[in-house]
């Protein structure tokens, strides 16, 4: 699209008090006011800011319409005019405030020939001068209109201040309810992620030893098998059956054989060491400890619960190699466990490099 000749887009500035910049005009016709073709560049416009003026209640308004018609008749402007003009930008200017809720900045500048208010994205010609001012007269004009709206009496200097004082006050009291109520999102954050905690160790502990469940056993298990071969960490698995459980459980009854698998629980506990290995009850009799530790630290642990619980544990332990996958390394651990059965239960067998080996008391 081939843009309209007849103008050029404006620049829009803020400029501080008192900057004089160029403002980019219409482009003249084909003719100019005395008849002559319209060749070459336009001038620019002559931008000047004379009074920047912070309007937070009602007088603010009235000194703004008071500065405004000085500098009316100190550029010789029609102040009859102007003042229509004014008179009917107060409401304007009102609701402008008012939805500012708080303060609202108002400009008065000299563009050219024209006296103009702008506040926000508004922009309203006060007056139009038979000619754009001398540089010199605008800069005596912003500096005696600055220094008058420096000067506030003491009365609109209270009634600021206590405007200030009250729109402070309202602003602390709605902090202290956010405060409040961000402390309360906090407390229900901290009770749900209490409530999300237990609801875990619910799901993954054996409700009657509290260990581990087999659930939680598969997912440590892996976890821990990952990182180890990743890390290249030392990684052995022990395997524990409780001897002849069943024959215990039939004899002397189900709330012996409750209190015996808790003491095995009890005992594989003791053995540990704590957020390091995981003791886990895989269901009925059998348990089995992720032991996050290399062979010769595995076997102790294993000697530990099997003294505990007086040699009635079969035990079958095996440590990750290299070429291992989880269900290698649980096969080998499985395979010495039964080799602790065939033998006669009661004892531990190891699966190294070497093959299975039984180890006595003490371990290697």
């Known amino acids: 699209m081939v843009p309209d000749p007849g103008w050029r887009h404006a620049t829009c500035v803020r400029p ?36 920047n003026l912070s309007l937070i209640v ?16 100190a550029l010789r402007g029609n102040p009859f005019a102007a003042a229509r003009v004014l008179v009917s930008l107060l409401p304007d200017l009102r609701t ?36 754009p ?6 800069d005596d004009l912003a500096a005696r209109l600055r220094e008058a709206s420096e000067s506030v009496d003491a009365e609109l200097l209270m009634r600021r201040n206590r405007r200030i004082a009250a729109d402070l006050e309202h602003l602390e009291t709605d902090l202290d309810l956010k405060r409040k109520e961000l ?21 993954e502990t054996d409700s009657l030893t509290g260990l581990l469940n087999r659930g939680a056993y598969d997912g440590r298990l892996r976890e821990v098998f990952l990182r180890s071969r990743r890390q290249r960490e030392s990684l052995s698995l022990i395997l524990l059956d409780l001897d002849k459980f069943k024959e215990i459980n039939d004899s ?45 630290i595995a076997e102790r642990i294993a000697y530990q619960v099997l003294e505990a619980m007086d040699r009635r544990v079969s035990i079958g332990l ?19 466990l039964y080799a ?19 180890t006595r008391a003490g371990g290697a």
């Open 252 to 296: 002397r009854g189900h709330q012996f054989g409750d209190e015996y698998l808790r003491r095995m629980a009890d005992a594989m506990r003791a053995a540990v060491r704590e957020h390091v290995d995981f003791p886990c009850r895989m269901g009925g009799d059998e348990f089995a400890i992720v032991a996050c530790a290399p062979l010769q």
């Open 183 to 203: 402390q309360e999102k906090r407390r229900e954050l901290r009770e749900k992620q209490q409530e999300l905690q237990k609801s875990i160790h619910r799901a």
């Open 340 to 358: 602790s059965k065939r033998a006669g239960r009661g004892r531990i067998t190891v699966d190294d490099d070497a093959g299975r080996r039984e």
């Open 96 to 131: 402008a405030c008012e939805a500012c809720d708080g303060v609202l900045i108002a400009r008065l500048v000299v563009s050219g020939a024209d006296l103009r208010l702008r506040w926000y994205d508004r922009d309203r010609l006060i007056s139009r001068l038979a000619e």
């Open 16 to 51: 501080d008090a008192g900057r004089t910049i160029q403002e980019r005009a219409p482009r003249a016709g084909p003719r100019g006011p005395a008849g002559r073709r319209g060749r070459g560049r336009a001038m620019g416009t002559r931008v000047k800011e004379v009074l």
């Open 133 to 138: 001012p001398r540089i010199e007269v605008l």
């Open 58 to 73: 009602e007088p603010d308004r009235q000194r703004l319409v008071g500065f405004a018609m000085d500098a009316v008749r």
């Open 318 to 336: 095996a440590e990750r190699r290299a070429d291992d996958t989880i269900d290698s390394l649980v096969g080998r651990a499985d395979a010495a």
